[in-house]
């Protein structure tokens, strides 16, 4: 019996080269590794001004990220981990706090890259995740921006 080569080595081949489907979560990962400034945040309704917001700073390797600044309460969150779900609409991530007090906490929230930065909408004292990118006057939500450093 003679073996027709020709259609398995093209699907092999067409396996080879596109591989796997990208995983998205892998995807925005990937996107989100590396230096990040806080370009605007809100809380309560209320865009919060000043420097200690422009001094936050964050840094991500991995599922790390790390946030520094001289924000109030800012040292809680210094050292969290992050799991993204890119399958929903919006955007879901899990931050849990990695240390002190409040360590194993999960923060329900959700992100959205853009071109030149991400939107993070949390609730910081519910276990409500967010819908939408707002901070209303009566909510916990805190929606922040950020942007690579100049």
Request: proline letters at 4%; aromatic letters at 6%; glycine letters at 8%.
């Amino acid at each position: 019996m003679k073996v027709r080569w020709f259609p398995i080595v093209t699907v092999i081949l067409l396996l080879v080269a596109g591989g796997e489907p990208r995983d998205e979560r892998q995807e925005d990962r990937r996107k989100l590794q590396g230096t990040w400034m806080a370009r605007s945040i809100e809380f309560h309704g209320r865009q919060e001004l000043g420097d200690a917001v422009k001094s936050i700073q964050m840094a991500i390797a991995g599922n790390k990220m790390s946030v520094r600044g001289a924000a109030p309460d800012l040292g809680k969150y210094a050292n969290v981990t992050f799991k993204l779900d890119s399958s929903t609409a919006p955007r879901v991530i899990d931050i849990t706090i990695a240390d002190g007090d409040e360590k194993g906490t999960v923060i329900k929230g959700i992100y959205e890259l853009e071109d030149d930065g991400w939107r993070l909408c949390v609730n910081l004292l519910g276990n409500d995740r967010p819908t939408e990118f707002k901070s209303a006057a009566d909510s916990q939500n805190v929606l922040a921006v950020f942007q690579r450093p100049d």
